[in-house]
């Protein structure tokens, strides 16, 4: 009977996992609705190649190379060891180990579903970097830099944070981050960054005397269809770091940060639009959607233990932070099209300092300590990434591409040709 109980368990906390694992995969496609709508509509068609190769370029760097260096193990050539493989020692050992956790100790699951949930995490830090190059970058630039990003930069960081090995010459980080907000989303922004300052801005968005001009998107409804897919599939991503179900206390976790989660999401969206009214005289739709994202960034870091009401609250203080910072990085000409860098990066430093208003184990020198570690390494080894990949095949299309639309010269057809000088 108690061996039941424990396969009960397995079963559930592989099967949580691995829905989870479900919804941040379908982030990819809120990440790629959203840039589409953001860019200009002769650019579509490339961004929309770009979130799905980088997609298949993730999966498949992180099952070569990358698990193994965030975590020490692979799939890639060992393969996966199922049930029917084993042997009554091995099955019984499994079920010891979950006996030894019980129910309200660490999680025993499929190896295999933890390799897919940390694979999508890292699909989507790099999701974050397409849209702040977009409209002016070459597609195979990008998947070369992408093959880097999934298969070693992201990787080697996550193994200093979640992967628990030792930073050289700082050894282990006192560092807590539940879901990512370092972790995953500033370690996205600042490879975005890196790129950016390469890259330069796209022609035209910046004048003479500090003016900046702005380049509105093609498709607001398909940029609001991803922003919804984005907040759905933020469940999964902040719901299944809690890594298990099984159990009262864990299954009353879980609601805590579904709740927690929405409460974040909808605080960063109200304070976002009341501030762009304050602003701008008007309620700008792009600012709200990015200040639902801001919110959904900024509890990232800790979903868990925060009211519903300081939830709301720490979303609604990266609500206003992202529409701040998305003026601040134009006046100093930082072209970012979709505010990708300052979602994920900008929001992403005010989530692992708001950690410590509920998390009392935490403290100011870890959470400080590793953003530096986190923003750093992927800072720099991005930078010189880029700049070798610039150097080899260069980043940049030309400015007649860039005119007529990185669709034609990329990708040689159209999102919407009915509409194009063939149309």
Known sequence: MENNIYELQYAMDTFYFLVCGALVMWMAAGFAM???GLVRSKNTTEILTKNVALFAVACTMYLVCGYQFMYD???FLSGVTTVAQMDDAAIAGVLADSAEAGFDG?????GASD???QVVFVATAMSIVSGAVAERMKLWAFLLFAVVMTGVIYPIEGGWTWGGKAVPLIGELSYSDYAGSGIVHLAGAAAALAGVILLGPRKGKYGPGGQVNAIPGANLPLATLGTFILWMGWFGFNGGSTLKL???AVANEVANVFLNTNAAASGGLIAALLLARVMFGKADLTMALNGALAGLVAITAEPADPSPLLA??????GGAIVVFSIVFLDKIKIDDPVGAISVHGVVGIWGIFAVLLSDGDATFGGQLIGLLVIFGWVFIASMITWFAIKMIVGLRVSEEEEYEGVDLSECGMEAYPEFGPGG
């Open 34 to 36: 959203l840039e589409a």
């Open 312 to 317: 709301t609250i720490i979303g609604a203080v």
């Open 106 to 110: 660490d999680s025993v699951y499929s």
């Open 73 to 75: 193990g692979g799939y």
């Open 246 to 248: 099984g159990g009262i």
């Open 115 to 117: 390799f897919f949930f």
